[in-house]
């Protein structure tokens, strides 16, 4: 807020000394992270050894409409009657006030004709 800015291992986010230009700001729970409801800016810069260079501002986001969100994880598939029954955990997990997941699926019979059934808001 304003000029003030927050270290983000504070908030359960460590970033420091990544071999990749890349960090992951997802929360591991609801308590940690940044509030989705939150308009972020960060300060970042690269240090290598005694190298440091200057702060770069990334311009801000909203994580919940600036986001990449993954696939579904743990996905189970068993035979229904002419069927295929489809279970999944979700990629994060998101507090019932604040948003949902939409899942379509996509699939193909054998004629190899793509079909997509959706949305569903449940993990089944």
């Not at 998101?94 to 959706?118: C, D, M, R, S, T």
Request: proline residues 10%; charged residues 15%.
């Amino acid at each position: 807020s304003g000029s003030r800015w927050y270290d983000a291992n504070d908030l359960g986010v460590n970033c420091m000394n990544l071999t990749k230009p890349e960090c992951n700001f997802t929360p591991s729970s609801l308590s940690t992270g940044f509030p989705p409801h939150f308009n972020i800016s960060l300060r970042v810069r690269a240090k290598l050894e005694d190298l440091v260079s200057p702060w770069l501002t990334v311009p801000w986001f909203l994580s919940c409409w600036n986001v990449t969100v993954g696939p579904p994880e743990s996905i189970w598939v068993t035979p229904g009657e002419a069927s295929l029954i489809i279970r999944f955990s979700s990629p994060f997990d998101v507090a019932p006030n604040l948003g949902y997941f939409q899942y379509y699926v996509h699939y193909w019979e054998k004629a190899g004709i793509q079909k997509v059934k959706g949305p569903f808001k449940s993990n089944s």
